[in-house]
């Protein structure tokens, strides 16, 4: 079908470019012990590249089935839309398809799963075990008449949504993991430690507004990352929607913060060779040291800036801040007094990322004398992008798996304002 819808575009003067994306998803849904859901879904999706006398359109469809429909649709979105956009189709062929030695068992998958609810019997506080498990085979093609792409991966997403309650207090944590192969008992001890600062909270307070020495966890770090990763594209900042407006090639945080993205590396999630314009993936630095070094952009940006494309279409993938030495032990000895922020809420309200500025909900641990002593809740981390990326000591050593794309260590901080009740 693809094939047929090229070469009709031919014919009628049109230059296309089929980006399809498709996913093979087996999901496990249990409350408790109960099985709410399995199921196998396949979905395709679909962008089109068209391109006419030089400029060019692109849109997503979820078919080509019809293919004379999606060419009266390329010729009415060119009548109706007055643009300057330039841009090419991608060349050459790749075929990258990574192998999946593993056969999973899935009532193996379920009995594994299942086990959770020991965690009841453990800490008699949960109350509620909810837990979703996916396994993904995912494929990325481009087919224009010059070029054949495939990328053909897969991967583990695992989430766990658990209740506690102590004394008509209830509270909740959702945990979130990634793995490439199927690893049950490093996912159990990752949520072991989750819910033991969970437990920790139940009777937790909130603290005196101040500034602090905190740990920010890896998976809060993770979390703003993630908010603030579209501040390196080359369009944010030509548009002035980027906080990094003006600082490129210049000092922005600490020395200690390198931010690496490396889409096609063995430490990927996903490995992903080329971007949805068929751009190639790279290594690169974006910030080496705390210098903006690195700017990244789809070929429309990378034309309007005169640079080269950097395979960045689709956003970033395996972004991730360089771990240093320092174990999480090793931050809260380092730590001695402070506050552990291990959560933070309401990021897409709480950020501005065009100012930096950040004010979000935050839940945590205090630390006194090196050692956790109580939790910490209804208290709120405020600061911006700048302060937190700069007031670095220490880096540490735990690269969170929270994200399939992006990850960072837990960070040491001096100096960051925590607001509270008391």
Do not use: W
């Amino acid at each position: 079908m693809k094939n047929k819808l090229i070469k009709l575009a031919k014919q009628e003067g049109i230059e296309l470019e089929i980006y399809e994306t498709k996913t093979k998803r087996t999901d496990i849904n249990l409350l408790n012990k109960e099985e709410k859901l399995f199921q196998i879904v396949n979905t395709s999706n679909y962008i089109i590249k068209a391109i006419i006398n030089g400029k060019c359109i692109k849109f997503a469809t979820g078919s080509i089935k019809n293919p004379s429909k999606v060419i009266e649709n390329i010729k009415t979105i060119f009548a109706i839309q007055d643009n300057d956009n330039e841009n090419n189709l991608s060349k050459g062929y790749i075929n990258n398809k990574e192998k999946n030695s593993e056969k999973l068992d899935y009532n193996q998958v379920k009995r594994d799963l299942l086990s959770l609810n020991s965690l009841k019997e453990k800490y008699p506080e949960i109350i509620n075990v909810e837990i979703n498990y996916s396994h993904y085979d995912k494929g990325y093609f481009i087919d224009n008449e010059n070029c054949k792409m495939v990328d053909e991966g897969y991967y583990n997403e695992y989430s766990v949504g658990i209740t506690a309650s102590e004394n008509n207090t209830n509270k909740v944590s959702y945990i979130s993991f990634y793995s490439k192969k199927y690893n049950f008992e490093e996912f159990y001890n990752y949520i072991l430690k989750r819910v033991e600062s969970l437990i920790k909270k139940l009777d937790g307070n909130s603290c005196i507004t101040k500034k602090y020495d905190i740990i920010l966890k890896n998976t809060a770090v993770s979390d703003i990352l993630r908010t603030f990763a579209s501040m390196f594209d080359t369009e944010n900042i030509m548009l002035n929607e980027s906080v990094l407006v003006d600082k490129y090639k210049k000092k922005v945080f600490s020395d200690k913060i390198t931010i690496i993205e490396d889409p096609n590396g063995d430490s990927a999630i996903l490995k992903r060779s080329f971007d949805s314009e068929g751009t190639k993936t790279n290594y690169k630095v974006i910030v080496d040291s705390g210098v903006f070094t690195k700017r990244i952009n789809n070929v429309e940006y990378a034309l309007k800036s005169k640079e080269e494309a950097t395979g960045n279409a689709y956003g970033v993938n395996n972004l991730f801040i360089k771990p240093s030495d320092d174990t999480f032990e090793d931050l809260v000895s380092k730590l001695n007094n402070g506050i552990i922020i291990d959560e933070v809420m309401g990021l897409h309200s709480g950020i501005d990322v065009k100012s930096g500025n950040i004010s979000v909900q935050a839940e945590g641990l205090l630390v006194e004398d090196g050692k956790i002593t109580k939790g910490l809740t209804m208290i709120i981390l405020s600061t911006n992008i700048f302060e937190l990326f700069t007031n670095v000591v220490s880096v540490g050593n735990d690269l969170s798996k929270s994200s399939p794309s992006i990850s960072a260590p837990s960070l040491l901080l001096n100096n960051i304002t925590i607001a509270g009740k008391e």
